[in-house]
C-alpha cells in the first residue's frame, strides 16, 4: 500500500477562498482522522470518522469547516470562506480495528498558507 | 477526556550521547504510539507498543500500562534524530502529548 495519500501538499490562498484537502485512506483502515498543527496548539484532533461516518467532530473549530467521507477510500476537509488564522499543516491519518492493523499512519500533510 | 504528558519538552545533545523521553498518560488506553516528526514536518512510525518493551536499532521503547508510562531510549544519538518525538495514547480516537523537541549536535 502507498500509505495515507493527502493532496495538495501545499496550498496557498487568499481569505475568503474556499479551500478542499483530500485525503485517501490506506486500503482497509476503517477509522480515518483529521489533524491540524500549529505552533501554537500542536497537533489537534479536528474529526475523526469510523466505517465512513463522522464520530467525533468536537474539534472542528467553527462552522466554516466541514469534513466528509463519501466513502472508505475518500476524505475531504473544506475550509469556506478560510482565513489567515487557519493556516496550518493539514494532517489525514488511517488505522483499522482488527488486531494486526490498528497501527496509526499519517499521510505527509497539507501546508495551508491563507494570505 | 485522557491527558498526555511528556517530557522533557526540549532536549540538546551532543552527538553520541543516549537519551530517554518519557510519556505519562492520565487513564487506561487501548494502544500507545511513538512517532518521530522530522525537520521536513512528517510523522514518521517509531513503535506500536501497548505494553512490553520492543527495540528497533539504536531505538528502543517500553511501556508499563498498569503504571501509566512509557518511555523512549535512544542511544548513540546522531544528528538524524533531530526534531520532535510524539507519544500518542489511544482509546478511539488518537490523542496526542506535545511532543520533546530533540537537538542533536554535531
Known amino acids: 500500500d502507498a500509505g495515507v495519500i493527502q493532496s495538495p501538499r501545499h496550498e496557498v490562498t487568499e481569505m ?7 485525503c485517501k485512506p490506506i486500503s482497509g483502515h476503517d477509522y480515518l482522522f483529521w489533524y491540524r498543527q500549529t505552533m501554537m496548539r500542536g497537533l489537534e484532533l479536528l474529526i475523526y470518522f469510523n466505517n465512513n461516518v463522522p464520530i467525533d467532530d468536537s474539534g472542528m473549530p467553527e462552522d466554516r469547516f ?49 494570505v | 477526556g485522557i491527558q498526555v504528558e511528556q517530557s522533557p519538552p526540549d532536549l540538546i545533545l551532543q552527538e553520541g550521547a543516549n537519551s530517554t523521553l518519557r510519556c505519562n498518560f492520565s487513564d487506561s488506553v487501548n494502544n500507545l504510539q511513538w512517532f518521530h516528526q522530522n525537520p521536513w514536518g512528517q510523522l514518521i512510525n517509531l513503535f506500536y ?34 526534531g520532535v518525538y510524539f507519544c500518542a495514547v489511544r482509546d478511539d480516537k488518537i490523542i496526542f502529548g506535545k511532543g520533546t ?5 554535531p
Open chain 1, 16 to 22: 475568503g477562498q474556499e479551500v478542499t484537502l483530500r
Open chain 1, 66 to 114: 466541514s469534513a466528509k467521507m463519501p466513502n472508505a477510500s475518500f476524505s475531504t476537509l473544506k475550509i469556506q470562506p478560510s482565513e489567515p488564522r487557519d493556516s496550518a499543516v493539514y494532517f489525514c491519518a488511517s488505522r483499522g480495528s482488527r488486531a494486526g492493523n490498528s497501527e496509526a499512519f499519517f499521510g505527509q500533510g497539507t501546508r495551508l498558507t491563507v
Open chain 2, 49 to 82: 507498543i501497548p505494553s512490553g518493551t520492543k527495540q528497533n536499532g539504536r531505538l528502543s521503547a517500553t511501556t508499563v500500562a498498569t503504571e501509566r508510562y512509557s518511555l523512549l531510549y535512544i542511544s548513540s544519538s546522531q544528528t538524524t534524530d533531530s
Open chain 2, 101 to 105: 523537541r530533540l537537538h542533536i549536535l
